[in-house]
């Protein structure tokens, strides 16, 4: 049973921890002014918000798996809700990308990285982790899985 939560919850948690945005931010933060205090403060943060969202799933999917239960229903609805908004979010940033020939900007979180305080980065890492929609339906599915 163990290893199949395992199984289940692994592929999900890989494409989390192999996000670009925390190895840029693990290279940005501690190259900054406070990098010793601001780069363990956004680990944190990065974990609370991961954790804040598969905390909600579980309380929301806890019993999912009876195919009477409300739960049921919503995770149904759930899932192709989360495809949906991927889907147009998706097709949002494809649109949106620079032409060729033109320059990319970089985000304004990127630019804000060096010199930040204790608060910002630990929020910083629990809103890159927890309000971005891939991450967020990632974590949700691995929590949904483990359920």
Do not use: C, N, Y
Not at 32 to 40: F, K, L, N, T
Not at 41 to 51: E, K, M, N, S
């Amino acid at each position: 049973m163990l290893l199949q939560a395992i199984g289940a919850v692994l592929p999900a948690a890989l494409a989390v921890a192999l996000s670009p945005f925390p190895v840029i931010a693990v290279v940005l933060i501690p190259a900054g002014r406070h990098g010793r205090r601001d780069g363990p403060l956004f680990a944190a943060g990065w974990v609370a918000g991961l954790a804040a969202v598969a905390m909600l799933v579980v309380w929301v999917f806890g019993g999912a798996d009876d195919p009477d239960s409300p739960s049921s229903a919503i995770a149904d609805w759930g899932r192709v809700t989360a495809g949906a908004g991927l889907v147009v979010l998706g097709v949002r940033k494809w649109r949106a990308r620079p032409r060729a020939g033109e320059e990319a900007a970089p985000p304004r979180w990127m630019a804000s990285l060096d010199d930040t305080s204790a608060a910002r980065s630990s929020g910083l890492g629990a809103l890159l982790s927890g309000a971005d929609p891939k991450k967020f339906a990632l974590t949700a599915a691995a929590a949904a899985a483990a359920v």
